[in-house]
């Protein structure tokens, strides 16, 4: 295959999963929920985006479609859950994750089944290089802006909050605030954004099937952002590139060299030996979480490199 083109499709696989990382991120680095069915939200948005396109709706309504359906899916599911204590929220959510899979695979009528749908392409160019740049150009604009609301969110008074939650929840309701409530709408949030990545999957690949939304692609995701750094959107952006990169470039690699194992079985043995490494040495990630960015706080700073007055 073209060596650019594979250049190309793996920049537009990062940005998609950098893209669920950041969703992860809000939902557990900021939050500590540990959602084990990010799959779930990712096949939702998918899925809501593919069966729209067929009905020949615009591409940016079925994109905000699927996030919104990812959205309403994530709160009514998560809901009962986080009454739970934190490792049930984990179990349920895993297992949504394979019932919605499942019955997705077992509907025949509306989503094809084991058979799958075809996607219609947002960008009908009969150039895969074309066609492929402007999918980066795509791609690059939503995790632009993905990266710039989680970012907003993470050092605004609603994101102090969720740190607050994530790192004493009884603490945070002795002061008053509904912890329910805000993890709630940390959960949508993290829905709508893996929603998104769904639908921007599908439009790219141009055909899914519920085998594409196996269990381990919320497996990867973890990886991705224990690599980077939990509690950093810098670092789940650069768990996503690494993890990504080895991910297409085992693919790459068996193009022009003998390897002695399988290119699938190498990944998860670079993966496996990574988050070793990683949690041996640098437990926090690549990128740890830093220090919160508040007026109080760029005040001080100022006041303390501030020359003393005599």
């Known amino acids: 295959m073209?060596?650019?083109?594979?250049?190309?499709?793996t920049l537009i696989f990062a940005g998609i999963f950098i893209i669920l990382t950041l969703s992860l991120n809000l939902e557990y680095g900021f939050t500590g929920l540990g959602n084990f069915g990010k799959v779930a939200f990712f096949m939702a948005g998918a899925y809501t985006y593919a069966l729209l396109a067929q009905l020949g709706v615009p591409f940016y309504l079925s994109l905000s479609a699927g996030a919104l359906v990812a959205a309403a899916i994530g709160l009514i599911v998560t809901l009962p859950a986080l009454r739970l204590r934190e490792d049930y929220l984990a179990i349920v959510t895993l297992s949504f994750g394979e019932i919605l899979r499942l019955i997705i695979k077992a509907q025949e009528g509306i989503a094809g089944g084991v058979h799958g749908i075809a996607v219609p392409a947002a960008f009908p160019f009969a150039s895969l290089r074309l066609s492929a740049l402007a999918?980066?150009?795509?791609?690059?604009t939503l995790l632009l802006g993905s990266f710039l609301i989680v970012e907003a969110l993470a050092h605004s008074p609603y994101g102090r909050i969720l740190r607050a939650?994530?790192?004493?929840?009884?603490?945070?309701?002795?002061l008053g605030k509904n912890t329910f409530l805000f993890k709630a709408s940390a959960l949508a949030l993290g829905s709508?954004?893996?929603?998104?990545?769904g639908g921007i999957f599908a439009q790219y690949v141009q055909f899914i099937d519920p085998y594409m939304f196996l269990p381990p692609v919320t497996f990867l995701v973890w990886i991705m952002l224990i690599l980077g750094g939990s509690g950093n959107n810098w670092g789940a952006l650069a768990g996503g590139l690494v993890v990504e990169l080895i991910n297409r470039g085992t693919r790459i690699?068996?193009?022009y060299l003998t390897l002695p194992v399988d290119p699938n079985n190498l990944q998860f043995i670079l993966y496996g030996l990574l988050v070793i490494i990683i949690l041996l040495y640098r437990p926090q990630g690549l990128l740890p979480e830093g220090p919160?960015?508040?007026?109080?706080?760029k005040e001080a700073q100022k006041w303390l490199s501030s020359p003393p007055t005599a």
């Open 165 to 174: 939650i994530r790192d004493d929840d009884t603490a945070v309701q002795a």
């Open 192 to 197: 709508a954004i893996a929603g998104l990545a």
């Open 253 to 255: 690699a068996k193009d």
């Open 135 to 140: 999918n980066i150009a795509l791609i690059g």
């Open 292 to 297: 919160l960015k508040t007026p109080a706080r």
């Open 2 to 9: 073209d060596p650019v083109y594979y250049i190309e499709d």
